[in-house]
């Protein structure tokens, strides 16, 4: 398994853009296959899957949040991307990035293996 | 989207006793091909994230005491705690792969009695 770890700024303004990195370590995303997906809890609430996204491939995203998300990899830096623009007081919450190893069908989704610690974002002005 | 309907919403058991949790899926999320389950469950305690207990529904995780059980297949699953301790004091979540969009059961808060 390895370690993930968020960033970014913990306070966005209401219609700007949400920005956070997920930095890997103890393995390689460009060697080994490691999809990223991102996962919200707002306070007291359940787990909402964003997207996912590989270094080969389109990204994945919900389509209740699909036109507003971008995922993307920098492979340099072994690291994932989110962003999440125009975004509102709904879009507080603990942002996750947790690994799979695309050991479903075809390299589709699979169990998440690897979390990292969550990093909160609140959005207010 | 594939609906994960978790009961009870709650539960308090006694130190030693099981605890059962269910997990009803709005389609079948077994993949005939490899008789597989896209099924995981996950602990979350407070503070932390979620921790994967099983994967393939059945599948233990490396590290997970063999007091929890995972088991069903098609639309049903259970994740069965056979003797409660006090760190397994947590909320539960069934997590299905099978489609995008990946969705989650509402989750399930184990307490002590």
């Known amino acids: 398994q390895v370690q993930l770890q968020e960033s970014g700024p913990g306070l966005v303004k209401p219609s700007q853009t949400l920005s956070l990195t997920c930095t890997v370590s103890?393995?390689?995303?460009?060697?080994?296959?490691?999809?990223c997906n991102w996962v919200r809890q707002a306070a007291g609430k359940g787990l909402e899957w964003i997207g996912r996204?590989?270094?080969?491939?389109?990204?994945d995203y919900n389509p209740s949040l699909q036109s507003r998300v971008i995922m993307s990899v920098d492979t340099s830096k072994n690291q994932f991307s989110l962003k999440l623009s125009s975004v509102t007081a709904a879009d507080t919450a603990v942002y996750y990035c947790a690994t799979d190893r695309g050991y479903g069908a075809g390299g589709g989704p699979a169990h998440f293996d690897s979390w990292g610690q969550g990093t909160l974002v609140t959005v207010s002005s | 989207d594939i609906v994960m309907t978790q009961s009870p919403d709650s539960l308090a058991v006694s130190l030693g006793e099981r605890a059962t949790i269910n997990c009803k899926s709005s389609q079948s999320i077994l993949y005939r091909s490899t008789n597989k389950n896209y099924l995981a469950w996950y602990q979350q305690k407070p503070g932390q994230p979620p921790k994967l207990l099983f994967y393939?529904?059945?599948t233990r995780a490396s590290g997970v005491p063999d007091r929890f059980s995972g088991s069903g297949s098609g639309t049903d699953f259970t994740l069965t705690i056979s003797s409660l301790q006090a760190e397994d004091v947590a909320v539960y979540y069934c997590h299905q792969y099978y489609y995008t969009p990946l969705t989650f059961g509402g989750g399930t808060k184990v307490e002590i009695k």
């Open positions: 393939w529904a059945s």
């Open positions: 996204v590989y270094t080969r491939g389109s990204p």
């Open positions: 103890g393995g390689s995303i460009s060697s080994d296959t490691y999809y």
